[in-house]
């Protein structure tokens, strides 16, 4: 199954991947609108997040695992992994807001909604002809969309 990789070596923490998630999840799909309208009014936040620290920037996202502890920690079954995409899927109807998948994540991918009692987590840009918005994104990509 294809994922996003991130490449720390590569990574110079422009944040562009945040903001081609944020519109790409967004009702406008326009970067502006998304940014300064539907972020502050819906809580409309990035799938992926980039850390830095001194010189060293990574772009952290649902890695979707092949045995996701995510999963496994999720008590209403809001979170699922598709045997036939490999995908963690998330279902928001079903999520209560335990938080308990967000404890269960090594990798941190996984986030509060600002908003709602909900969480935020990368569903691979699903129904994006063009792949990951993240990855097509990227300026000196550092987020590869591939199979390993």
């Given amino acids: 199954m294809k994922r996003v990789y991130p490449d720390k070596e590569y990574c110079i923490g422009c944040h562009l991947c945040e903001l081609a998630c944020i519109t790409a999840h967004s009702t406008s799909q326009d970067l502006i609108i998304a940014y300064r309208d539907e972020r502050t009014s819906s809580g ?81 840009c699903e129904g994006r002809a063009e792949g990951p918005a993240c990855v097509q994104a990227c300026p000196n990509a550092a987020l590869k969309y591939e199979e390993r």
């Fill in 44 to 124: 409309l936040s990035p799938c992926k997040r980039v850390f830095e620290k001194g010189d060293t920037c990574v772009a952290i996202s649902c890695r979707h695992c092949d045995e996701p502890s995510c999963v496994a920690a999720c008590i209403s079954g809001g979170l699922h992994k598709d045997p036939e995409t490999g995908r963690t899927v998330y279902d928001r109807d079903k999520c209560v807001g335990c938080w308990s998948c967000l404890m269960a994540c090594p990798y941190g991918a996984i986030r509060r909604h600002p908003i709602e009692n909900k969480i935020v987590k990368c569903d691979l």
